[in-house]
């Protein structure tokens, strides 16, 4: 998992609760240190022993701390790809593009990171079938960041995010349809 991904990880934690506890989440989780690099890619067990032990802590089971993580992400990786966002695309737009412009820079930038496969189907114009692909199995952060897509563009009003597959699969399809 790419180290910007635990930074981020890092600062939602000490911004909804507080440095102590992501000191202790560190240590609960086995590992030797809490702070991570943006520049290093590193086990996918650290994310899961991190998420696991948040959960245990505060009682909110893994997939819905995925989720408001994948929400809380969204500002951070607006302004990381910005330059790849057209900036007449909305939620939908986004959505369908993240595959070809975010996704396709990440991987050309680190080969060694794997990004999840996202295959997007419009279904009409206000409906589109997110097909989520990663053995790393975080479809919940995947549903989080569509929510916090539609909070970015002003439409978390307007936009139902709907996975109709459990969230903790390989493979995940996510519905999402504005009103």
């Known amino acids: 998992m790419h180290g910007t ?3 981020l990880l890092k600062r939602y934690v000490q911004t909804q609760y507080d440095h102590s506890t992501w000191l202790k989440l560190v240590e609960l989780a086995g590992l030797e240190s809490g702070d991570f690099s943006h520049r290093e890619v590193y086990p996918d067990a650290h994310i899961y022993a991190l998420i696991g032990q948040a959960a245990e802590t505060t009682g909110i089971p893994a997939g819905e701390l995925h989720e408001k993580f994948g929400e809380y992400l969204v500002p951070d990786l607006m302004y990381m790809y910005q330059k790849y966002v057209n900036p007449n695309w909305r939620t939908l737009e986004m959505l369908e593009n993240t595959e070809h412009t975010m996704h396709v820079q990440v991987r050309r ?11 997007v189907k419009r279904l009409n114009e206000n409906e589109l079938l997110i097909d989520y692909v990663s053995p790393r199995r975080m479809g919940g952060l995947a549903v989080g960041i569509v ?4 909070v970015h563009y002003d439409e978390a009003d307007r936009i139902d995010v709907m996975p109709t597959t459990s969230e903790d699969g390989e493979r995940v399809q996510i519905h999402v349809r504005r009103n």
Request: glycine share 6%.
């Open 147 to 150: 929510r916090g897509l539609a």
């Open 109 to 119: 930038e680190h080969p060694e990171n794997s990004p999840p496969v996202l295959q």
């Open 5 to 7: 991904i635990f930074t």
